[in-house]
């Protein structure tokens, strides 16, 4: 569509306002030859298409005006068809420039003696009118043009606000709202018509809206929690003033629903601490039964109970468990119930509401298990909960609910729950120390990690892993350990396990000055403490550590299954049932937990 065409209703007035005045015919044309508007006689061919040759076509290309006196005889007369039946008496015409180009042409035109009078006797002050008409006609150009302009501005501006996830609302220096975007609308359960002239307030309670017009303060990421048509809205609202010329004009907020930040928190969590079984090291039977009944815990929604000692890698499992399972894009969210003062431990567990206690948050906190929604939560060292929060806990375990503290109502939650325990839980139970209520919730699915130095067969990997794990760390060319060490390392009981382990390698490759680990950098404490040590001190193997070598290589040899425990106690001419009782009594009960749990015999 040509300029001129966009205007043509302008064009037409223009046209129309000079005829009045001067009482002669006016055209306009377009760059294309098109009539755009026309008074009397050319009323009617509006739209029509003016032939190449005619005079306009002229004036477009010269960029000149001209007055034609006698028409079909001035010389840009040659080459027009109807020159010899030519109606016009008299003709004045000029272009219509904008930005250097000729956009059309505006004419007068005679076709009385008397119009031709006039339009003879005045030719130069008409040459000067008409000339400011296409000035004005080219304005009117111009000032489409720029809303043209700002039409696609506002359409794609529209577009991105409507396409992005958080809801944006505007509202002007009385707090009254006057535009809001599809995801907010979506969000609060509004029209546009419901929200607009209404209070920011009233659909986001507790922002302090005055203060962020007035004062020109800032909200980050305010909690806000309502009810929206019967569903909880639990959103973070961040406001800003928006000023003209200094002047406060009104506030911005963006909200976004709690749920998308979390998926996005563990979207960002699950890229950088994605752990799977197979990043667990450890190759020996014992450790493959471990990581089977692990991936049996993944492929399942149960609630897990992991035991094991201290630096085990009992978080390692439970994380493996979650990214092996259906929740893996949903979050995974550690606690240690362990060192979270026990007044603490509630509120940071299940939440609190704005004003539940002196110094709480404004617009409450939300809990780990709220924001373990979808995913699981990671109770690590869930032995050392309170005998009260334990209550509370297996309450949320029965009704799947939460209640914040100083909340009134509570909140359906699907979390599923991942216990973890360094502790004899049984023992505790028979003590009263942990309700046998939540022990028989919890430990729906056991899990049992063996300790370090029940699969002595997984050391190489791990020494080896860590060996180039810390001289890559450090930059040392350090790639081996000789036999020596080994040997030493082989002979501790490595109270601290996996970890004692790999921080004792991180120290070995840091003060190592050849390329490989010698017995002279192992600490004294390690050295002194290894089992040879104490036989060479004794002269004698204690009985109990040669049963519990010979039960071990044993389960190792004959492996996991109902029928490997057989030939285990066979074997060592023993019953079954003495078998699983020296087990527990070697403080072995982990590998024959975790060997049988779904088989445990009759004893
Ligand atoms: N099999 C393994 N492979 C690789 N690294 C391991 C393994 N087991 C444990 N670790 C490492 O040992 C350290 C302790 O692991 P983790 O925290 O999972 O143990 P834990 O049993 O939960 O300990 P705690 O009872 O003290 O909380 C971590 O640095 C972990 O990476």
């Not at 000032?143 to 359409?155: C, D, S």
Request: proline content about 3%; hydrophobic content about 40%.
């Amino acid at each position: 569509m040509s300029q001129l065409k966009q205007i043509e209703q302008s064009a037409q007035h223009v046209a129309e306002a000079i005829a009045s005045v001067l009482g002669v015919e006016v055209t306009i044309v377009d760059d294309s030859l098109l009539r755009i508007a026309g008074t009397g006689r050319y009323l009617e061919t509006i739209g029509a298409q003016l032939a190449i040759d005619s005079v306009f076509a002229q004036v477009l290309r010269s960029k000149r005006g001209f007055i034609i006196t006698d028409p079909g005889k001035h010389n840009v007369c040659v080459t027009c068809q109807i020159r010899e039946s030519c109606p016009e008496q008299a003709q004045v015409c000029c272009p219509i420039i904008f930005e250097e180009a000729a956009i059309g042409v505006i004419a007068l035109i005679a076709f009385t003696a008397k119009q031709r009078q006039t339009l003879l006797e005045q030719q130069q002050d008409l040459f000067g009118f008409i000339d400011r008409m296409a000035e004005l006609l080219a304005s009117k150009i111009a000032e489409q043009e720029n809303l043209n302009r700002l039409q696609v501005a506002k359409n794609q501006l529209e577009t991105v606000l409507n396409t992005v996830q958080e809801g944006i609302i505007a509202a002007d220096q009385f707090g009254r709202i006057v535009r809001l975007n599809t995801a907010a609308k979506k969000m609060l359960g509004v029209s546009a018509a419901q929200a607009i002239g209404t209070s920011l307030t009233s659909l986001l309670p507790g922002l302090e809206v005055e203060a962020v017009i007035d004062a020109g303060r800032e909200i980050s990421n305010r909690e806000i929690t309502r009810n929206v048509n019967g569903r909880r809205l639990h959103c973070m609202v961040t406001a800003k003033p928006w000023s003209e010329g200094g002047l406060a004009c009104g506030i911005v907020a963006t909200l976004r629903e709690m749920a998308e930040v979390r998926k996005f928190v563990s979207q960002l969590s699950s890229q950088t601490f994605h752990y799977t079984l197979d990043m667990i090291l450890g190759d020996s039977q014992l450790l493959r039964a471990t990581k089977d009944s692990a991936a049996k815990a993944a492929d399942s929604n149960t609630t897990v109970l992991i035991q094991g000692e201290s630096g085990t890698g009992k978080e390692l499992f439970a994380r493996a468990i979650h990214y092996g399972g259906e929740r893996k894009y949903k979050p995974f969210i550690a606690i240690n119930c362990a060192a979270i003062p026990e007044a603490l431990l509630e509120s940071e567990l299940f939440g609190y509401e704005e004003g539940a206690f002196t110094g709480a948050r404004r617009g409450g906190k939300p809990g780990k298990f709220e924001l373990a929604d979808g995913g699981t939560i990671f109770l690590d060292e869930i032995g050392d909960m309170s005998l009260s929060l334990q209550a509370k806990l297996l309450r949320v375990l029965q009704e799947r609910r939460i209640e914040r503290v100083g909340g009134l109502d509570g909140f359906r939650v699907d979390v599923r729950i991942i216990g973890a325990t360094h502790k004899d839980i049984d023992i505790m139970v028979k003590n009263g120390e942990f309700r046998e209520d939540l022990y028989y919730r919890i430990n729906v699915f056991p899990l049992y990690i063996p300790a370090l130095r029940y699969r002595q067969d997984d050391l190489p990997l791990l020494i080896q892993t860590f060996i180039t794990k810390y001289a890559s760390a450090l930059s040392k060319e350090i790639s081996a350990i000789d036999a020596d060490a080994f040997q030493t390392l082989q002979s501790y009981q490595w109270p601290g396990n996996v970890r004692e382990l790999e921080n004792t390698i991180e120290y070995l490759v840091n003060i190592e000055t050849g390329n490989t680990i010698s017995k002279r950098s192992i600490p004294a404490r390690i050295k002194e403490k290894t089992a040879t040590a104490h036989n060479k001190l004794t002269g004698v193997v204690p009985l109990a550590e040669l049963e519990r070598t010979a039960i071990n290589s044993a389960l190792e040899r004959f492996g996991p299954s109902a029928e490997g425990k057989n030939k285990v106690a066979q074997a060592l001419g023993i019953s079954k049932a003495t078998l699983y009782r020296k087990l527990k009594e070697y403080n072995c009960i982990s590998q024959i937990e975790t060997l049988s749990q779904f088989e445990k015999p009759k004893q």
